[in-house]
């Protein structure tokens, strides 16, 4: 299963990121989007989603600073980062929602600092 996330590093709270995650078009085609994220000793959750034909929706404590997109021609999801903060700091990673894929893949670290 191909669940790819890229884009992570380190970046001052305030700042921008933009992760993506390429896929597969069968998983592509066929599912809602997400991106989840898990921080140090927490459970992994789901953040953003990007359904098939219909708007987004964002965990509150993401919603007004976080973006999701889906890019059809590429088989990938972007997540738009802005506005960051050092609450935001997890291995982030893309799945179905449900997320019903595994393995998940790496995941890609984010690190805000203050």
């Known amino acids: 299963v191909q669940l790819q996330a890229s884009g992570g590093g380190l970046v001052q709270a305030g700042g921008s990121l933009r992760l993506s995650c390429e896929t597969s078009?069968?998983?592509?085609?066929?599912?809602?989007m997400g991106w989840y994220r898990q921080a140090p000793g927490s459970t992994r959750d789901l953040i953003a989603t990007?359904?098939?034909?219909?708007?987004?929706h964002y965990a509150d404590s993401v919603k007004g600073r976080f973006t999701i997109t889906r890019d059809t021609a590429k088989n990938a999801v972007y997540l738009q980062m802005n506005n960051v903060r050092p609450d935001d700091t997890a291995v982030y990673y893309c799945?179905?929602?449900?997320?019903?894929?595994?393995?998940w893949g790496q995941g890609t670290l984010v690190t805000v600092s203050s």
């Open positions: 990007a359904p098939r034909g219909s708007l987004p």
């Open positions: 078009e069968r998983i592509f085609s066929a599912n809602a």
């Open positions: 799945n179905a929602v449900p997320p019903k894929y595994t393995p």
